[in-house]
């Protein structure tokens, strides 16, 4: 599942550091998140959203494809 | 930044953890103490001449010596997270990542395969040459057929 963190991350310019400190997870996984490798939990997707005051649909990209 | 108050809830579970964590490593300690003991006190029963014991003092006395040194290292380092806030939070943060969980439980899921897969291997060649050793692991391979089932059970009955 593609996603929209990097992108709004480096918009609003936050760091991945505060970005994971924020949303309780490390660093690795936001790095993991942002390449693709993992996907997050609904909780997590949940914690991100509302981080960035968005909706999931607009920060997680789902595929019914993939 | 401010800080979501569902994470301090989620220190304050930790440090639980942690005072569960000291209180499991104490109780392991003495566990340990006790298998000193008893080595020792097995190794003075002994006649000076017998050999009856066939090295179950030294097995004892080694595994209570390692548990003693394995629980104070880990009491020490779960003291650690709770004297220092920013090395806890840290741990507290590494231990609660669902990444890190999920690494966690497939890691334990493939050393499952594989073990499974080892003792298979193990009863193909032991059979050959030693059938009691056969038997033990068929006897290891059952339970451990015996416990996935009876988990796969309890877990499925809670989700």
């Not at chain 1, 949940?46 to 789902?62: C, P, Q, S, T, V």
């Not at chain 2, 003693?68 to 997270?81: E, F, K, P, Q």
């Not at chain 2, 068929?138 to 416990?147: C, F, N, S």
Request: proline content about 1%.
């Amino acid at each position: 599942m593609e996603n929209r963190i990097q992108e709004l991350r480096k918009e609003k310019r936050i760091r991945q550091e505060d970005l994971a400190e924020a949303v309780g997870v490390t660093r690795q996984t936001i790095i993991s998140l942002e390449n693709g490798r993992y996907n997050a939990s609904l909780l997590l997707a949940h914690r991100i959203a509302a981080y960035f005051g968005m909706k999931i649909e607009d920060i997680f990209l789902f595929d019914e494809e993939e | 930044m401010k800080r979501n108050p569902l994470f301090s809830e989620q220190e304050k579970e930790f440090e639980k953890t942690c005072g569960r964590r000291i209180l499991a490593g104490k109780l392991i300690f003495l566990l340990g103490a006790l298998a000193v003991l008893g080595a020792l006190l097995y190794e003075r029963a002994l006649p000076a001449s017998g050999s009856e014991g066939g090295g179950a003092a030294e097995f004892y006395l080694v595994t209570g010596a390692a548990l003693m040194a394995a629980s104070l290292v880990r009491i020490g380092r779960t003291r650690r997270y709770l004297l220092n806030p920013e090395l806890g939070r840290a741990k507290c943060l590494a231990e609660n990542d669902e990444r890190n969980r999920l690494i966690g439980l497939r890691c334990w899921a493939f050393s499952g395969y594989a073990m499974f897969l080892l003792l298979y291997g193990g009863v193909l060649i032991s059979g050959f040459i030693n059938m009691t050793v056969a038997h033990v692991l068929m006897a290891v391979i059952a339970a451990y057929a015996l416990l996935l089932g009876i988990f796969r059970i309890l877990i499925s009955r809670r989700m």
